[in-house]
């Protein structure tokens, strides 16, 4: 979910001098998004900015700018079902129908998804404490309560 800030606000209507700008990055790992707005005219500006998906009115104007990807959702080659329904807020019936046609993402969205894919994948591999249910390495078995697991 985004995080927004807002920082000023235009005049009622823009006009044909306005400057209106939306980018996505990535920053420390995480999705970042920010507007900015300046008119010469009025002497205004203003600037927007928040981490996350952008705000649905910031991700048209970076969709039409940019474009999108199509990535197939959910198997071993596609995007996982948990991050696009945690980057995206998704309901299961949403990741569903993008299971079935996938998901169109911008550029730096799609760089996102992949980065924390990999993330997870590593995590997900990398032991946790000793003795622990999905650590890598040896447990201590319940039964014999030795390391390695094996009676005797």
Same mark, same amino acid.
């Given at each position: 979910?985004?995080? /927004?800030?807002?920082?000023? %606000? ?12 939306? *980018?996505?990055?990535? /920053?420390?790992?995480? $999705?970042?998004? +920010?507007?900015?707005?300046?008119? =010469?005219?009025?002497?205004? /500006?203003?600037?927007?900015?928040? *981490?996350?998906? =952008? ?7 970076? @969709?039409?700018? +940019? ?11 596609? @995007?996982?079902?948990? $991050? ?5 807020? $998704? ?11 996938? *998901?169109?993402?911008? =550029? @730096?969205?799609?760089?996102? $998804? ?6 997870? +994948?590593?995590? /997900?591999?990398? =032991? ?9 390495? %040896?447990? +201590? ?12």
């Amino acid at each position: 979910m985004a995080e /927004q800030q807002m920082y000023a %606000f235009l005049h009622c209507e823009p006009c044909e001098e306005c400057v209106r700008e939306e *980018w996505q990055s990535i /920053q420390d790992g995480r $999705l970042r998004w +920010e507007a900015y707005d300046y008119c =010469p005219r009025y002497a205004v /500006q203003a600037c927007d900015r928040g *981490w996350g998906v =952008p705000p649905p009115e910031v991700r048209e104007r970076i @969709v039409a700018r +940019e474009g999108t990807v199509h990535l197939p959702v959910g198997g071993p080659d596609g @995007v996982s079902m948990a $991050l696009l329904r945690e980057v995206y807020g $998704l309901t299961i019936a949403e990741v569903m129908n993008a299971r079935a046609t996938g *998901w169109r993402v911008t =550029p @730096v969205e799609a760089r996102y $998804l992949a980065a924390s894919a990999r993330d997870l +994948e590593v995590r /997900q591999c990398l =032991p946790t404490r000793p003795g622990r249910v999905g650590s890598v390495g %040896f447990a +201590e078995s319940r039964t014999t309560g030795r390391r390695g697991g094996r009676a005797g």
